[in-house]
């Protein structure tokens, strides 16, 4: 079945009592049983409801995935695939990665004794001596936030494989639409669907995908013992998003391509983070690994201070200035006030994310309007 298709149908089956096409919203916190440990195979919502099994085969299916778990927000996925270490354990993660991750590995976890090195994935001997015994995970982000670099992760989880250490691959960015990482040999996909599979900006999501049974069975127990669900309303909200996924998808791309193209070209733009460029740093491995370059992009000024970029920041009028991405609307955004505020400041310099960054989620708006709010803005 092709991806399209897929989005539209994986998981989804009429309501048997009303055939209803579309997916009910159960909206409730228990459920009878017939007898005490008699059940229909439904306790308790926090460890079962019918909405969110569905968009858990539905999320396993897009992901070419034998399973699929669903969380109350993308943070929340992560911290079930932290919880998955123990005291003493390493992880090895991006240096160019989303600020509410590295918050929560470095203000979080760190202090119940897990180790977190920031590297450069992108070099596979760094990474290689990195790695020790105590080494359990490896996390990518790719494309990375904000930058964009390119990981490869068929290389990374080779490696990762042959040192028995899980790979986890945070694919919010690219989306299952332009890149199926467990397809390259990762272990673990993770999304924050309140981007591109919710594509609506109305719901907070987040959710997991893998095909060994006892890691998806180690995930569930944390899913169903922490708690970190989400209620069925949001499933249903992300059930809605995923059947017009493709069609987003394509027309962010479109668009994508435009909106890059026109900074690269104007006089005024210094340089710009994209990785559909042919002289991008990783370009060839993205046009390997994805089907698509997305629209997501960073870009400074020539004239590159943080008053220009905080004028264009406040002057858009169709980019909005808010935090988040991958809704229909186009966003604007300054990492380092921003999503980005939580790594120190000398880190962000150091890893190439200046304080006059500026990052866009380009929408499905006519590119004609958003080349022209751009241009009016940038001046």
Request: proline fraction near 4%.
């Amino acid at each position: 079945m092709k991806l399209a298709t897929k989005l539209i149908h994986a998981g989804i089956e009429p309501d048997p009592t009303t055939g209803a096409i579309m997916t009910p919203i159960y909206q409730t916190s228990t459920y009878v049983q017939e007898a005490p440990g008699k059940n229909k195979g439904y306790e308790y919502a926090r460890s079962q409801n019918p909405t969110r099994q569905v968009l858990e085969n539905a999320i396993a299916a897009i992901e070419n995935a034998q399973h699929g778990l669903c969380f109350s927000s993308g943070v929340a996925a992560t911290d079930a695939v932290i919880k998955l270490l123990e005291p003493g354990d390493e992880v090895i993660a991006g240096n160019d990665m989303y600020g509410g991750t590295y918050r929560l590995f470095t203000k979080v976890f760190a202090k119940f004794g897990i180790k977190f090195h920031f590297i450069d994935l992108q070099n596979e001997e760094t990474l290689k001596s990195f790695i020790n015994k105590n080494t359990k995970l490896i996390w990518i982000e790719t494309p990375t936030n904000p930058l964009m670099n390119i990981i490869d992760i068929e290389a990374v989880s080779k490696i990762a494989k042959a040192n028995s250490i899980i790979t986890c691959v945070d694919n919010t960015f690219a989306s299952p639409y332009l890149q199926t990482p467990l397809d390259l040999g990762a272990d673990i996909v993770l999304h924050s669907a309140t981007k591109y599979l919710g594509g609506h900006s109305d719901v907070i999501h987040g959710c997991l995908a893998m095909n060994d049974k006892d890691l998806r069975d180690k995930l569930y127990f944390i899913q169903k013992s922490c708690g970190a669900v989400p209620g069925p309303q949001d499933c249903f909200l992300v059930l809605r998003g995923l059947k017009t996924l493709h069609v987003r998808m394509d027309r962010h791309c479109e668009n994508g391509i435009k909106i890059a193209n026109f900074l690269r070209n104007h006089p005024k733009v210094g340089k710009v983070y994209w990785c559909g460029f042919e002289d991008f740093p990783g370009y060839e491995i993205a046009k390997k690994q994805m089907r698509g370059f997305g629209g997501m992009m960073s870009f400074t000024l020539k004239d590159d201070s943080v008053d220009n970029a905080m004028k264009l920041l406040t002057s858009t009028k169709i980019f909005s200035l808010a935090e988040s991405l991958g809704g229909v609307e186009s966003l604007i955004n300054h990492p380092a006030t921003m999503t980005h505020a939580s790594i120190p400041r000398e880190e962000r310099i150091k890893n190439g994310l200046s304080d006059s960054l500026i990052r866009l989620s380009v929408g499905i708006e006519d590119v004609d309007d958003l080349t022209e709010d751009l241009k009016q803005a940038i001046g």
